[in-house]
Nanobody
């Protein structure tokens, strides 16, 4: 059974850093484009970043460009989201998701992702 599990969330002060992990079980991550999304209370789920199967192509939302970095270690079956210079508006539940293997494009539309993790809470507050 294909499963994605996020970890690494928590409470951090503004300006701080966190690294989120998305671990896959039941399938080999190499065949999937992976995206990170987030959902703040009362808001729709939005795309944050995505990475191609090989890791050679990435994409970021304007709001996180220059602060967040996505990477993958296919040997460990894990995708990471390094988040620096965190702001209170980054507070949300963060989800990782996978596109179906047929698709190669790294996109930030949630409707293009078929498999989702349960999410990890990130809170940025002093």
């Amino acid at each position: 059974q294909l499963q994605l599990v996020e970890s690494g969330g928590g409470l951090v002060q503004p300006g701080g850093s966190l690294r989120l992990s998305c671990a896959a079980s039941g399938f080999t991550l190499d065949y999937y484009v992976i995206g990170w999304f987030r959902q703040a209370p009362g808001k729709e789920r939005e795309g944050v970043s995505c990475i191609s199967k090989s890791g050679g192509s990435t994409n970021y939302a304007d709001s996180v460009t220059g602060r967040f970095t996505i990477s993958r270690d296919n040997a460990k079956n894990t995708v990471y989201l390094q988040m620096n210079s965190l702001k209170p508006e980054d507070t949300a539940v963060y989800y990782c998701a996978a596109r179906r293997p047929l698709f190669r494009r790294c996109v930030l539309s949630r409707d293009d992702y078929a498999y989702w993790g349960q999410g990890t809470q990130v809170t940025v507050s002093s």
